[in-house]
Nanobody, 113 residues
């Protein structure tokens, strides 16, 4: 049974920073493109950032310049550094890699204005 465990969410003031982590117990971590998604209440889940197995990064326009995705293949962990947080960043954040891994439980980020 593969485990996907996100952590690092918290309540933070606007302008603050958080670092999210996602640890995966599944195999093939190093050759898998990894993404962070988020879902706000009443809204569909949306992609926030992706890092390929080769290290290329891409971001949603709404977070570009504020968020940074990174990975540690030895630790089987993907990170999301979030700076200059805004109230509209409030959501549950999930990481995604493979359908065989599935979704984790997510981690709640709440930004107060």
């Amino acid at each position: 049974q593969v485990q996907v465990v996100e952590s690092g969410g918290d309540l933070v003031q606007a302008g603050g920073s958080l670092r999210l982590s996602c640890v995966v117990s599944g195999s093939n971590f190093g050759i898998t493109d990894l993404s962070w998604y988020r879902q706000a209440p009443g809204k569909p889940r949306e992609s926030v950032a992706t890092i390929t197995s080769g290290g290329s990064r891409s971001y949603a326009d709404s977070v570009k310049g504020r968020f940074t995705i990174s990975r540690d293949n030895v630790k089987k962990t993907v990170y999301l550094q979030m700076n200059s947080l805004k109230s509209e960043d409030t959501a549950v954040y999930y990481c995604w890699g493979r359908s065989s891994w599935g979704w984790g439980q997510g981690t709640q980020v709440t930004v107060s204005s």
